[in-house]
């Protein structure tokens, strides 16, 4: 009997380890399935992922598809039509980044709760109520309804699924593996989606409540002077002066100010996007190249992640032999050349959102008051699917304006969200902007760069361009609205239809300059134009160091080439330190600093503003002169404020405070009996930066240089601990050209020479594979590291014969 209850025990046992090693439970991965020999990770080995010579009978293909590979991994797709060709991309793609793609698709549509459980359900019902589904179901509808982009949607995803469908447990990407789910059947709705994530993170958010919490305290007056229409310090991208070539429209204007805003107080933001999402571009003319021809450069400043969030590709089809970098999930070359022109994109940082208040005739919320009426309010209940758990319903209010996306009190998932108001914002407008990078990546000269733009929507983007004929140009494009001066400045009146967007600014006349008289175009998030535009675009864009720095050296540049674009892709001058640590250094006497800190003040004082890796002085900079930030608004803007957090005034009018107003009643620190000065303040920063460095590292020595206080790091986008890069050894940072900083920088760095045979030259900071254990996952981060850049190889046709080419594959049809 003790034999029987011990064998009954024993299976018990096994059968119970059996399930929790083969079930995932919370956030640990079921270790069984993981471990497998057979089928886990294991099975992700990828030491012979590129074989040379490779044939895949593919469903659904029109023709054969010839496919080289180069030594980066890079796929140079060769189509005999449109179909095939974004088929073949779908496909190669998802081999390549199909969980990343997958991934998200899935934040963005407010459905990450259903892979990791409910630790991940309030991101969700924030996607959800932001309303990404939402536009993308509008911008999906307008793309489907053109044959032309339909066609490539369709394609993408047919490719994309014919991966899928090869996939066994054994070969699915080790993030499937570790978070236990599957891939499902792609749609062409996860491409809209991914697009619409894009537009939030370079769009989806907005000063507009912490303005007016300032205005309600402070009055027109305090916010007229510190955060002014337009900053003392400016270099736009469209130089002051161009002549304008249009007609500007009327702008309605309402009767009344908005003086409902003076009471308007609210929970504001704890959490901040970094302010270095930002990137440049710029071209040269051919009066200022070596070669005669146009140079253009790009680098998409974004988060740091492995995969990286960019795919190279060469996409070549009758009409049409494109090469650049395409975001995996969607089709195209983003950024890039063909024979005939390149283009680049940068962010334009346009007011695009604004936030209504609303008047609701009673508790329920059913009805809100708008142009003398009670209108109706639109009820989307959301199902939100969670892991392990019954699925939950939230309901979102939608007005004319579009979502509440939180109709209660509650804490917001971005505490800068207002509560009980409704969101106006481009990436909820139908645009078709797969029909611009069809366009692009065929076109062949200016007329149909501009034609190309004409049907982009959100995010706007700078478009940067060259071409063979040696025209230079940049359009600050995408659906701009028609607004009056600084409306969505501050939360606007959501009764009042004056209040309402009344149109866009015709497509024909957003900013644009063509071949200028000083030979180049350029931004970097700047303002787009001078005062002299005639639309409101927004009062506030990124801060004018890296433009005006970027200007300042293309302006000298002469007989430029490839090389000359990669040295200010990788300048680490810093403009705001030249512009500032005098003034500092001058307010501070040494006589008042402890042995150890004068050595941080001897080190700045022989510092030459270069954010280079081994440098010393950037890291003492940036901290004394953030703390005097920090010192200067804390008591005025910052938590302790009545009306609640507010922002800082922007840094071109701090620095204005800081250089020339040494008797502003700002300067105080109302929290203290004392009344400090200018002198006090930098003091007391210097005192504490030196200091903190000095307990953190050491002495002043090597343990103090920029690149190990910064501490660039590669994360995986699933912050997988030991699946990332740390610790790069890189220069640059905020504000700086190479805009390198903790976990931000140049995503992709592109140089393009127009000319009879052009040639292009890129790098990212990773790999063409998604999965760790190849040898193309992160093989790019050194060159990346080192600013130098890849030739990049572009084939005129599948048999030209490249030293580079090394694999030959077929993707055929099933007979």
């Known amino acids: ?139 999906l509808a307008t793309a489907m309804a053109n044959p032309v982009t339909r066609m490539v949607l369709t394609s993408y995803a047919e490719g994309v699924n014919a991966y899928i469908g090869t996939l066994t447990p054994q070969t699915l990407p080790f993030e499937y593996k570790l978070l236990d789910y599957a891939p499902e059947p792609w749609a062409p709705l996860k491409s809209a989606l991914i697009l619409k994530y894009m537009a939030f993170d370079l769009s989806g958010r907005s000063d507009d409540l912490r303005m007016s919490n300032a205005l309600g305290k402070y009055g027109a007056a305090v916010i007229k002077d510190l955060f002014p229409d337009y900053p003392q310090r400016e270099d736009p991208i469209v130089p002051v002066g161009t002549a304008l070539d249009f007609q500007p429209v009327p702008i309605p204007i309402p009767a009344a100010p908005p003086a409902f805003l003076a009471a308007m107080s609210d929970q504001v933001p704890q959490r901040e996007p970094d302010p270095e999402l930002g990137s440049n571009n710029f071209a040269v003319s051919g009066a200022k190249s070596a070669s005669g021809y146009p140079l253009l450069a790009n680098d998409p400043h974004l988060q740091l992640n492995l995969p990286s969030i960019w795919y190279q590709v060469q996409l070549a089809a009758p009409g049409v032999n494109v090469y650049g970098v395409s975001i995996p999930g969607a089709p195209f070359a983003i950024i890039g050349f063909n024979e005939n022109v390149a283009w680049g994109v940068t962010n334009v940082a346009a007011d695009v959102m604004d936030w209504y208040q609303l008047k609701f005739k009673d508790a329920a919320m059913r009805e809100y008051w708008h142009d003398g009426r009670w209108k109706p309010v639109r009820r989307v209940v959301e199902r939100i699917g969670v892991r392990g758990q019954p699925d939950r319903l939230d309901t979102v209010l939608y007005t004319h304006h579009g979502p509440i996306v939180y109709d209660h009190d509650e804490k917001p998932f971005l505490p800068q969200t207002p509560i009980r108001h409704a969101m106006r914002w481009t990436a909820h407008d139908a645009a078709n902007e797969y029909q611009t990078f069809y366009r692009l990546n065929r076109a062949r000269n200016y007329a149909d760069y501009t034609a190309a733009l004409e049907t982009y929507g959100a995010p706007a983007q700078n478009f940067i361009f060259a071409d063979q004929q040696k025209n230079v140009a940049i359009w600050p494009n995408g659906h701009f609205p028609l607004k009056w001066k600084n409306q969505g400045k501050f939360i606007l009146d959501g009764t009042d239809p004056a209040y309402d967007w009344q149109g866009w600014i015709p497509a024909a006349q957003n900013p644009h300059v063509k071949n200028p008289a000083r030979g180049f175009v350029s931004s970097a998030n700047q303002s787009s134009t001078g005062p002299d535009y005639p639309y409101y675009l927004n009062w506030n864009f990124g801060s004018w160091e890296r433009g005006h720095r970027i200007n300042e050296r293309l302006a000298r540049m002469t007989r430029a080439t490839p090389d000359s674009l990669r040295e200010l892709q990788n300048d680490n001058f810093g403009v705001n330190a030249q512009l500032m640590l005098p003034r500092l250094l001058a307010l501070v006497s040494p006589a008042n600093l402890s042995p150890a800190q004068r050595q941080a003040y001897a080190a700045l004082g022989r510092w030459n503003y270069a954010y280079t890796a081994d440098a010393i002085g950037p890291g003492i900079f940036e901290l004394w002169y953030n703390t005097l930030v920090k010192r200067l608004w804390d008591d005025d803007f910052g938590a302790a404020a009545q009306a609640g957090e507010m922002r800082h005034p922007p840094r071109d009018r701090t620095n204005t405070l800081i250089l020339s107003e040494p008797a502003s009643p700002w300067i105080d620190d109302k929290r203290t009996p004392a009344r400090e000065t200018l002198e006090t303040l930098a003091l007391q920063s210097l005192q504490f930066a030196a200091d903190s460095l000095q307990r953190k590292f050491g002495a002043l020595g090597p343990e103090w240089r920029w690149a190990h206080q910064k501490s660039t790091d590669i994360l995986h986008m699933a912050q997988l601990p030991g699946f990332g890069r740390m610790d790069l050894n890189v220069g640059g940072g905020a504000g700086i050209v190479n805009a390198t900083s903790e976990r931000n920088g140049p995503s992709w760095r592109m140089v393009v020479a127009l000319g009879p045979q052009v040639r292009g030259y890129g790098v990212f900071p990773g790999g063409q594979s998604g999965n760790p254990g190849s040898a193309y996952y992160d093989d790019m981060i050194d060159t990346w590291s080192a600013g130098e850049l890849d030739e990049l190889v572009f084939l005129r046709s599948p048999d030209q014969k490249h030293v580079r080419v090394q694999a030959a594959w077929i993707l055929q049809t099933q007979q």
């Open 1 to 139: 009997m003790r034999q029987w209850i011990k064998a009954i025990l024993a299976t018990a046992l096994a059968l119970v380890l059996t399930w929790v090693l083969n079930t995932k439970n919370g956030d640990l991965p079921p270790f069984g399935k993981f471990l497998s020999p057979f089928r886990g990770f294991w099975q992700n080995d990828a030491a012979n992922d590129f074989p040379a010579a490779r044939t895949l009978t593919l469903p659904g293909l029109q023709a054969p598809v010839q496919v080289r590979y180069d030594d980066r991994h890079v796929p140079h797709i060769f189509a005999q039509n449109d179909h095939d060709l974004y088929y073949a991309q779908g496909y190669l793609t998802a081999q390549d980044r199909l969980w990343q793609m997958d991934f998200v698709a899935h934040v963005a549509g407010g459905r990450l709760a259903e892979i990791v459980g409910p630790a991940r359900l309030e991101t969700d019902r924030f996607f959800r109520r932001m309303g990404l589904g939402f536009g993308a179901q509008k911008s």
